[in-house]
């Protein structure tokens, strides 16, 4: 039997191109800077194609950011001219280089303001992620922590759960901040058993491992969960070790 609701429901215009929101931007108006989307970041990350930028503060930037992305910090009350200095040093003074920028979300000012700046002065290919960083996690991009951000969320954010990705019996000889084993080399079934916080999909889920690869095979099984806010650190377990101590 047909519901009302879908018979209510409007049919799609004809013709009308359907797209997800992979493929969805902000979709500004009279930025001299285009946008890409979602699923154009990721193919950029992947194959190398533009230097990412991320124009957040380092503090900002350490809590938490895209993978590979170079990052030039910036301050609300800081001039555009050191920026525009700073990515001309970036780029060796090649103006033509392909660059996009991302900040903390469609109303995050910066990306559109350092754009702006940037056409200006001649940079002739820049673009901006405008969904930024949350949107990028709410669609399961996996997020990077530097050594700074693992330190400062383990001293005050109390409700932040660790994972160990690391073999069963290196945690068994000690492993930190409480965390739990959920070994990489038994994925997925490892991650089916991890005591993760399922009366808050928000909280944090830091993650490390031996080594960059085991702490990113976690987040990318755990980006097709409804944890949204998962960070792993790219470092050794023994480059934690040593700045927890």
């Given amino acids: 039997m047909t519901s009302v609701a879908a018979k209510r429901a409007p049919a799609a215009p004809a013709g009308a191109e359907r797209t997800g929101v992979l493929q969805a931007v902000w979709a500004d108006a009279g930025e001299?800077?285009?946008?890409?989307?979602?699923?154009?970041?990721?193919?950029?990350?992947?194959?190398?194609?533009?230097?990412v930028v991320d124009t957040r503060s380092v503090a900002e930037f350490a809590a938490g950011h895209l993978p590979g992305v170079r990052h030039i910090p910036t301050r609300a009350d800081g001039p555009a001219e050191q920026y525009v200095e700073a990515v001309e040093n970036l780029v060796g003074g090649s103006k033509d280089t392909a660059l996009v920028l991302y900040c903390n979300g469609p109303y995050c000012k910066r990306t559109r303001s350092l754009g702006r700046h940037l056409a200006a002065t001649g940079f002739t290919n820049v673009r901006r992620y405008q969904l930024g960083i949350p949107i990028w996690r709410a669609l399961g991009g996996p997020t990077e922590i530097e050594l700074d951000g693992v330190l400062r969320v383990r001293r005050d954010d109390r409700s932040a759960v660790f994972f160990d990705a690391r073999a069963p019996q290196d945690h068994a000889r000690g492993t930190l901040f409480g965390a739990h084993s959920v070994p990489a080399e038994g994925l997925p079934g490892s991650l089916a058993k991890a005591p993760l916080p399922r009366d808050d999909f928000h909280a944090r889920v830091v993650l490390f491992g031996e080594d960059f690869a085991q702490a990113r095979a976690l987040a990318e099984a755990l980006s097709v969960t409804p944890f949204h806010n998962i960070l792993y650190f790219p470092g050794t377990y023994q480059a934690l070790a040593a700045a927890a101590k």
């Fill in 32 to 51: 001299p800077t285009a946008e890409v989307s979602t699923e154009e970041i990721r193919q950029i990350l992947a194959d190398g194609s533009a230097i």
